[in-house]
């Protein structure tokens, strides 16, 4: 509708151009005429910045100015809109957001640990300021889901908001099942190919997943971003035989994101659950991702795609210039910044049944100790097995009924106690999806 | 951002209080403080309008002025969106739109019979009063797809557009393969509960969810909606012989709409398909729906969720509700109206394999004429199965390689001159997803 006001070229200045700032300048390069045609302007690149300005990377930056710093880029006067494709939390990435928005420069990033760590104070500032902050690109690669939460369900009361939403956990656990490798071969295997952060434990130890939990948390539930209560386990201590033997009573392990308002508080996890196999989520495989949203209205909706990627990712960043170029406005975290209340995070978790992994020793009585120690907590047994063994210990597994983190937290010191456990037992949580 | 300007709050006439219509009215009641803190305006209703002024529907009216018109409703001065939930695509619905766009009245509307025989016309009328007319409600019910498509990957040329999405349909063919019952007693026993339009045809004719894909593909491909030109064929003759030979093969069968641009013109098809029995589509069970986006950077996006019933369809409702709340105004078909360009029907279709089931008389040499017919057409076959028989024909299906559907018809025909066919064969095309 914005054409017949005809408000001239929305200027775009792109603060990072690895595999993401190159995507974004190639969609713009590539459909200069669909973008007008959708968004009522023209979308045109003023400047860039990045490391290394002689790089090659295939695509033509000639047209564009060149700043060697991205807070100067932030600031000057032939860009709309600061396109923050750094990364980082700290440092360059978040002077720049800040200077773009002092500046009076709307803000569009991909930048998912620099929100989940600042995103309330820059939203604040961004909205008194005038202008808006969107983060598409940060969750879920090309998969819309900030626009499907904040928007598409705006009329729900959100119950339940879960995801797979790191794509290279997800391909270690598929690929450790489809061909019986074990987690340290094929965590050297995903080293070697590129899909792991320079800091792997951002991957594998949930941390990546746990910004975007969050973010999604904060639209969902009203809340101010709160990262630092996300409960977080990553999937280093998954085995084989776990993968087996999960598979075995019908589930699948994924690193699984969840985020509920209950009673006793906001929870946020993101931790490996098990989920049944045949559910949406138990057949992901891959790098793919996929969220799951749940409204009192809508019921569950869920969205499944490319979560990483030049072209997904840089689909999701266009998504929010297009919003930008149509005049669309919103809050950063779909209300106003100031009404955004202090989450308080839940003192006790949800109760679930849990898959219970461990060694027993090869003694008269130690099966009934380990059933004790559960009983005494409270926990009843939904399945057991024992497995058959050639050493001095016994592989068994146990699924309970529904309990507490708590209850089971007990359980697990209670067996501890009984002597008759060969290393440490492992919990994972069966997610009800 | 909206509530620095302090609009008041945003006035709507309701028309029309089956399902939806109530089902609006309850979330506006239970979620008023909700909705204000999100879009940054109280929403309220002013006035509604339905048949029966005296029907109980379990929800409070008294506080709403009453019309028993709805066209004098769209034109009071105390509303501020028309919100359309009559149905029908002529007839009051169609003229209480118009009035509304007449005087200077927003619409949301669920109703995608209207749009899909007048979307255009409205469109325009709409735009060039500076309304806007938002349709989320009409395409796969709570499922936020037309956001989606329009706002979430706006940076995409869209490639593809798929979907199940008519849940009648997807019902009676689950239902068929997992209870093994024929098409005519799950028919009757759908249209007990209540599942059937009051027209069968619109559902398993296929013509509802033709009238959705024909919306979605004017998004996609910016073209004006061609209701017309979409090749419905439904699911009437689809035998649970059918379902349970393409199972066995690893295939489901599914009403599946499929839209694409080719060099031969647009494609707009809403047919049964056999789809991978292990893909999303393949494993969508009930009345759930299903959409899939393929587009050029973000490769294909795939969404889920319930396509019917009271509390996803008013949540779809609400969807464009806040949207316009909040300031976002955006053009019917995510371009001006006038700039979208006329559908050329594809002059034929992408080339596919098929499905082909027939019945052969029981004499020598009628395998052989058969194969004869598909080889003259140039078609060969990938896969072939005669099943045993007790009476004087035999089951036979043919999957082939990839041909096209003038191709498939010529050796249709050929087939039926050997006159060694017990009735007519029947092809279902294998779709790629």
Known sequence: ???????????????????????????????????????????????????????????????????????????????????????GDNGPALDATRAAIAAGKDVVTANKAMLAHHGQSLAEAAEAAGRVIRFEAAVAGGIPVVKALTEGLAGNEMTRVMGVMNGTCN??????????????????????????????????????????????????????????????????????????????????IKLLGVAQMTARGLEQRMTPCLVPAASPLGQLEGGTNMVVLEGDSVGQTVLRGAGAGMGPTASAVMSDVADIARGTRLSTFGQPASTLKSAKPATSGTAAPYYLRMRLLDKPGALARIATALGDAGISINRMRQYGHADTSAPVLIVTHKTTRDALNIALSGMAETRVLQGEPLAIRIESV
Do not use: C
Not at 7 to 14: A, D, N
Not at 215 to 239: H, K, M, P, R, Y
């Open 1 to 87: 509708m914005t054409d017949h006001q005809n408000p001239g070229p929305l200027r775009l200045g792109i603060a990072g151009l690895g595999t993401v700032g190159t995507g974004v300048v190639k969609i713009i390069q590539r459909h200069t005429a669909l973008l007008a045609a959708r968004t009522g302007r023209e979308i045109v690149i003023s400047a860039v910045s990045a490391r290394s300005r002689d790089k090659d990377r295939g695509v033509r930056l000639s047209d564009y100015a060149w700043e060697d710093d991205a807070s100067a880029l932030a600031r000057r006067d032939d860009i709309d809109v600061f396109v923050e494709l750094m990364g």
């Open 171 to 252: 391909y270690i656990l598929t690929r450790m099942e489809q061909d019986g490798l074990g987690y340290d071969a094929v965590f050297a295997e995903a080293a070697e190919l590129g899909f792991l952060e320079a800091d792997p434990n951002l991957d594998v130890g949930g941390i990546d997943a746990g910004h975007k939990l969050a973010l999604l948390a904060a639209i969902a539930f009203g809340v101010q971003v709160d990262f630092g209560s996300v409960v977080l386990e990553g999937i280093q201590q998954i085995t084989i035989d776990d993968i087996r033997q999960s598979a075995d009573m019908g589930y699948r």
